[in-house]
């Protein structure tokens, strides 16, 4: 041994790039345990010891020490080789290598992986000495772990990975929010000084007088507050997903893990009723709820793995389609009946889709397009303004002004202006439909700098490609409903009393009936589609009948209008910071594990990191409403200064990503 390890050493001679090696068992059999043997084994290993350190600079050399033995079923020309044996030459071996390391930094890294598990199946043994085939694999299984992961980076695992150290990016932000704290600290001690002499109080309203002057202006407290909360949120997430410090473990599928936790939170969603405020269709508490039990859903779907089984995954994905739905039905009606499109509304609404994804691009080191579904949300928000606030602007305020003033063809003036209407929504679908059947021209115009900055994943376009074509019609789906609603609801034919059907009874039925048998239709399409990529193509042509099919059921009869689930009302709320959150905090190595706070018990665990998880996840929710308001001024000109700023910033990022990669 010690011969070949000089070789190696030479310059001129051919290294290897890993060295594993061992020694003790044979020595122990041919001198019958001697004492004088392990003497001249420590002499021995020291002296190779210094080979061994040369290898380490080009290769990664390990030491494996010996495995236990079952010593009542040993031969008897081995009965010599005891545990107690082993366990000298081990202990002989982890000092000398231990002394090395202590007196010059040693690179031999001591192996242990197969002794661990070798303790718990050497009984298992046929001959007493050599291992059963399962244990010889954790050894070897760890070995590769330990020579792979370091180089290949597995994003579904943490076994010996060494993490990356905190880019430029990553350290900006830290200093960002440390200078937070730090200002938040002199702020602080600066107000505690200035009102350390208590103040005399008031004789006549016996209150206390308030200093006529603060010590720090009273604009920029609050704001230091909330980055210094969102600091702390955001250590928790480093240390969750980008630091050794908490374990992951594999998601496993079974029926139970899905059904049952979600079986449960829809008992829990039945209990917490409540009377909505208003009786419309899609009213906003309804709203909430409907986004609220779909994020349950989605966030169980994600935990238990049930992506593998495929009825369900047809299911969640017109869950996702819904959630689009919302996107264009929700905003065209704003527009519609509001008109304002002005930039202070477009900015808060764009500030409260992005701020979370773009603090965790900083500090999670990760692209835009990683959190795929809010790029997809933000793109067709844009895409919905544009296509309204492009002249002619068409809104109902403009419509009924202008028809008012033609009291005879008052009818023929607002179909005019929602045939209008209707010709922008068929533009956007040819615009849609020009993307969607041509996947060339679709990645050209995406691979453009710096719009590939923000949907590139991995240096490709395919993952923006795949995701918005999946629910490409969902969102224009979602505007048309709006707009029939909103025309039905102006010429009086839907009925949204208290109580009262939406329809007259035999259509209200009709519908209901529909309704059903769509569901039912659509579940047994799920369960018979062979391949997802089968269910996909077809997808989005079917999933608006689903969506709809829920909203006659859920709005027809009018008890069901009425009350509204406060609990997933409550989670609807904060849905958006939920999705993302579960990335890193909840699911953990990017989605692709599950987070373990509390090692050996699931249970435990999964309670307590979901506790954790939603709390966040409703405290990022208050920093972004509030930080919105701060950021984002009223005042024209202060927010074109502003977004001048932002701009340069958001220039300076993308060059300095485009350099990194």
């Not at 059963?132 to 330990?146: D, F, H, I, K, Q």
């Not at 449960?264 to 419309?280: A, R």
């Not at 296509?387 to 063809?409: E, G, H, M, T, Y």
């Not at 009302?569 to 990017?590: M, N, P, R, T, V």
Request: hydrophobic share 45%; proline share 4%; charged share 15%.
């Amino acid at each position: 041994m010690k011969e070949r390890l000089t070789s190696w050493t030479k310059e001129d001679s051919a290294k290897p790039d890993v060295v594993v090696l061992g020694a003790a068992t044979w020595s122990i059999k041919f001198h019958s345990g001697s004492s004088e043997t392990l003497e001249q084994y420590k002499v021995n290993l020291t002296a190779i010891a210094v080979h061994l350190e040369k290898l380490a600079d080009h290769a990664e050399v390990y030491w494996v020490l010996q495995d236990p033995v079952n010593e009542e079923v040993l031969s008897e020309n081995r009965k010599m080789i005891t545990n107690q044996q082993v366990e000298l030459y081990n202990e002989a071996a982890v000092d000398v290598l231990n002394k090395n390391k202590r007196s010059s930094g040693s690179r031999v890294k001591l192996l242990a992986a197969s002794r661990q598990a070798a303790l718990e199946t050497v009984a298992q043994s046929d001959d007493g000495l050599h291992l059963p085939e399962g244990t010889r694999n954790v050894g070897a299984m760890v070995l590769m772990n330990s020579l792979c992961n370091k180089l290949l980076r597995p994003i579904d695992g943490s076994c010996c990975q060494t993490f990356a150290p905190p880019n430029l990016l990553q350290k900006l932000s830290a200093c960002i929010f440390v200078g937070s704290a730090a200002a938040l600290l002199v702020f602080h001690v600066l107000g505690r000084n200035r009102h350390r002499r208590p103040v005399p109080p008031d004789v006549e309203s016996l209150e206390e007088k308030k200093p006529a002057t603060a010590a720090a202006p009273p604009g920029l407290t609050a704001p230091l507050q909330a980055l210094c909360r969102m600091g702390v949120i955001m250590s928790y997430f480093y240390l969750c997903d980008r630091a050794d410090v908490f374990m992951k473990e594999q998601k496993f599928y079974t029926h139970s893990t899905f059904f049952i936790p979600l079986i449960y939170i829809f008992v829990l969603g039945v209990f917490y009723n409540e009377n909505t405020k208003e009786t419309k269709l899609l009213n906003r508490e309804q709203t909430d709820e409907w986004k609220g039990w779909m994020q349950l859903v989605i966030l169980i779907y994600h935990v238990s793995g049930a992506s593998a089984f495929l009825p369900v995954y047809m299911h969640v994905r017109v869950l996702v389609a819904a959630y689009l739905f919302q996107t264009g039905y929700g905003h065209f009606s704003f527009f519609w009946l509001k008109g304002d499109f002005g930039l202070y509304r477009v900015c808060q609404v764009l500030f409260r889709l992005n701020f979370l994804v773009l603090v965790l691009c900083l500090v999670m080191d990760r692209p835009y397009q990683f959190y795929y579904f809010v790029p997809l949300v933000t793109f067709w928000f844009v895409v919905i303004y544009s296509s309204l606030a492009v002249w002619p602007q068409i809104l109902q305020k403009k419509a009924n002004s202008r028809c008012q003033k033609c009291v005879k063809s008052r009818g023929l003036c607002s179909g005019l202006w929602h045939f209008g209407v209707l010709a922008k929504l068929l533009s956007l679908l040819l615009f849609i439909c020009i993307f969607a059947f041509s996947q060339g021209f679709f990645e050209r115009v995406f691979s453009v700098w710096p719009i590939s900055a923000l949907f590139e994943l991995n240096g490709s376009i395919h993952e923006w490609w795949f995701r918005w074509k999946l629910d490409r019609f969902a969102v224009i789906h979602g505007m048309v409903f709006a707009l029939l609603y909103l025309v039905l609801q102006k010429r009086q034919v839907l009925s949204e009393g208290k109580g009262e059907a939406l329809f007259s009874a035999k259509i209200s039925n009709l519908l209901l009936f529909l309704s059903v048998v769509s569901f039912i239709t659509y579940s047994i399409w799920a369960s018979s589609c062979k391949t997802k990529t089968e269910c996909n193509e077809m997808h989005p042509y079917i999933s608006v009948v689903q969506i709809l099919a829920f909203i006659l059921i859920r709005n027809i009869p009018g008890y069901a209008r009425s009350v509204y689930s406060s609990f997933f009302a409550w989670f609807g709320k904060i849905s958006l910071e939920l999705f993302i959150c579960q990335y890193h905090i909840w699911l953990a190595a990017d989605t692709k594990g599950i987070l373990v706070l509390i090692p050996g018990n699931p249970s435990l665990n999964i309670m307590v990191s979901t506790f954790i998880f939603v709390c966040v996840a409703h405290e990022i929710s208050l920093i972004t409403n509030y930080l919105a308001q701060v950021v984002i001024p009223k005042d024209s000109m202060a927010l074109l200064k502003r977004l001048g700023a932002v701009g340069l910033i958001g220039l300076v990022w993308l060059l300095l990503s485009k350099g990194s990669t």
